[in-house]
């Protein structure tokens, strides 16, 4: 929707409104403004402006989109605006458990995970789609893979920010359906993600639902390497079946990118409303984690739609559907999803004048557009909140990357010091430290793509040397010696 002006009760109730919510016990409170450890925000408005737009967004959508009606006594999230007899599904739910929980609304996330505990089937996963009435029936009582994942990160944000010892134990929840999607919705031991618990395979994937950037902490959770798989998996999808002309991806597809048939010969093939969100899915994996693969497959996309016809650097030229060739439009409707999954993607691009105005233009495009239909708001809110820094990720589980039992993240350990981060060029490779290491001393280093570098690293004159098989990125290094624990993120910066 277009931001409005506030009327005087809105300009003095919203502040109250998020004050009250950062009250409540969390460590966390509204807001965070974080910034990424990759990428870049918006540069032509400021932070409180930022800031400001993603809670009224978040106000308005809560007011707009949640209703206690036939929700069993908690509360849920509806599909149309205008009446409280629509149905629910475990896509909204997803988004409004994500949502609720980085605005440290914890009343709203504890209906809203109440009304999915009430909701699951036999599989232990959400039925994708609730009547009005509270019932699914047939296939809408089976479950859609991106709704369980956004439940389950939800729930390790939830903990997170509150802890697991009161009336929901979010911890064990999240492990739970952690579990559940993988046996479900997982084809191991390729690590294909299913888009269904009972649909889809090698013909029919969807690769929106490829949520690249959670995996790492639902393997921390776990304690489940399969998660790399399934990462991985997932990444090199996304390496290998982009357009070569205009980088964009297909909402429903084969495993190899062709063109999905079976049961999934009606679905749209070209870019549209679930491949929209493929930046959103990517960049969050780039802001957080600096991963390679993810920050050019955004680039790739947002870069033609700067460069290049249909859209030719005019973000009012974005609708709903794109040709997958980039030949052209295969929609009608000047709506949000598109145009805002690229405003995120375009996060990922590299700094310089030229990106900067594109990434500027394409905010400016999410936030003059109104949409009263669920998806699009929804998902303009969350976008919001990514451009604003309220995206954060939950780094109290042990940020990815499983690390090796004796040396396991602990927020117990008074001799754990705060995460340092230090930036290395490629043509260096020396990782200076504020004191010394001894040479006794033991090192784990750790890649955002969750291998373990550890061999390829070395301490000489006190100094930690990456080997030069490493490639750019991020990598986290835990340091023992004596009593002691030491925790840096180093990023790798690729040569000039």
Not at 79 to 98: D, V
Not at 247 to 276: H, P, Q
Not at 279 to 304: E, F, K
Not at 422 to 436: E, F, G
Request: hydrophobic share 35%; charged share 15%.
């Amino acid at each position: 929707m277009k931001l409005k002006a506030l009327s005087l009760y809105q300009a003095i109730a919203l502040p109250l409104l998020m004050v009250y919510l950062s009250m409540q016990a969390q460590t966390r409170p509204w807001p965070q403004n974080i910034t990424y450890s990759f990428g870049a925000k918006v540069s032509h408005v400021s932070q409180t402006t930022l800031t400001n737009n993603a809670a009224q967004a978040y106000a308005q959508w809560k007011s707009d989109f949640v209703t206690s009606t036939n929700a069993g006594g908690f509360r849920r999230v509806k599909y149309q605006q205008a009446s409280n007899w629509t149905y629910s599904a475990s896509e909204g739910t997803g988004y409004g458990m994500l949502l609720s929980v980085y605005s440290a609304d914890k009343t709203l996330f504890d209906d809203l995970c109440n009304f999915y505990k009430s909701k699951r089937n036999a599989q232990n996963l959400m039925s994708w789609k609730i009547d009005y009435n509270g019932n699914c029936g047939g296939g809408d009582c089976y479950s859609a893979t991106d709704g369980d994942e956004d439940i389950a990160f939800s729930l390790i944000l939830a903990h997170c920010q509150w802890g697991s010892t009161g009336s929901i134990n979010y911890l064990q929840e999240a492990i739970g359906l952690i579990n559940a999607i993988k046996t479900y919705e997982v084809d191991l031991p390729a690590g294909r993600l299913r888009p269904g618990e009972f649909f889809g395979g090698s013909h029919c994937v969807d690769p929106s639902y490829f949520t690249v950037a959670y995996y790492p902490y639902f393997k921390a959770v776990t304690n489940d390497n399969s998660w790399d798989v399934v990462r991985n998996w997932c990444l090199q999808y996304f390496a290998n079946n982009a357009h070569p002309i205009s980088g964009l991806y297909r909402d429903w597809s084969r495993d190899d990118g062709g063109t999905a048939y079976n049961d999934c010969s009606w679905r749209e093939s070209n870019y549209a409303y679930d491949a929209s969100r493929i930046p959103w899915r990517l960049a969050n994996d780039y802001l957080w984690h600096g991963t390679a693969i993810s920050q050019q497959a955004c680039s790739n996309m947002v870069l033609w739609t700067r460069n290049d016809p249909p859209i030719s650097g005019n973000a009012g030229n974005f609708n709903d559907c794109l040709n997958w060739d980039g030949s052209g439009h295969c929609g009608n409707y000047a709506n949000i999803p598109i145009v805002g999954g690229m405003s995120i993607g375009a996060m990922a691009l590299a700094p310089g004048t030229i990106n900067d105005t594109w990434r500027n233009n394409l905010y400016s495009e999410l936030a003059n557009r109104n949409d009263d239909y669920f998806y699009n708001r929804t998902l303009q809110v969350i976008y919001y909140f990514v451009h604003s820094g309220n995206f954060w990720p939950p780094d109290c589980v042990g940020n990815t990357l499983k690390f090796k039992n004796n040396m396991s993240p602990t927020t117990s350990n008074s001799n754990l010091n705060n995460t340092e981060v230090k930036t290395i060029l490629s043509t260096d490779r020396t990782l200076s430290l504020n004191s010394k290491l001894p040479q006794e001393a033991s090192i784990l280093v750790i890649g955002c793509d969750g291998k373990d570098y550890t061999k390829e690293c070395k301490i000489d004159n006190g100094s930690i040397v990456l080997s030069h098989t490493m490639v750019a990125g991020l990598y986290f290094i835990r340091m023992e010696y004596g009593q002691k624990l030491f925790q840096i993120k180093c990023i790798l910066q690729p040569e000039k």
